[in-house]
């Protein structure tokens, strides 16, 4: 069974810095790419930045220039550095892995259970 299991969600100030971690275990044969999306109150779950296999990444407008994606393939996990945090940037955000459990598996989204991000003075 694979799991994604997220940690570094927190209360912090506008202008702030946090840095999330999402660490992937279970039957893992290959991995795609992993991401992370999140999801503010009263709105729909978004893309923020993803990391492909060959270290490719891809940021959504809003976060471009403050936010930083990174990953371990051999180690399962990826990071989130965010900085220049604002308000705006309240959610609840989620690990998100495209992966093949066995080598005749076609690659499919897992996700994490989500940490909370709060930006608030």
């Known amino acids: 069974q694979v799991q994604l299991v997220e940690s570094g969600g927190s209360l912090v100030q506008p202008g702030g810095s946090l840095r999330l971690s999402c660490a992937a275990s279970g039957t893992i044969f290959s991995i795609n790419n992993m991401g992370w999306y999140r999801q503010a109150p009263g709105k729909e779950r978004e893309l923020v930045a993803r990391?492909?296999?060959?270290?490719?990444?891809a940021y959504a407008d809003s976060v471009k220039g403050r936010f930083t994606i990174s990953g371990d393939n051999a180690k399962k996990t990826q990071f989130l550095q965010m900085n220049s945090l604002k308000p705006e940037d309240t959610a609840v955000y989620y690990c998100?892995?495209?992966?093949?459990?066995?080598?005749?598996?076609?690659?499919?989204?897992?996700w994490g259970q989500g940490t909370r991000v709060t930006v608030s003075s």
């Open positions: 998100n892995a495209n992966l093949r459990e066995r080598w005749f598996d076609v690659a499919r989204p897992y």
């Open positions: 990391i492909s296999i060959d270290g490719s990444t």
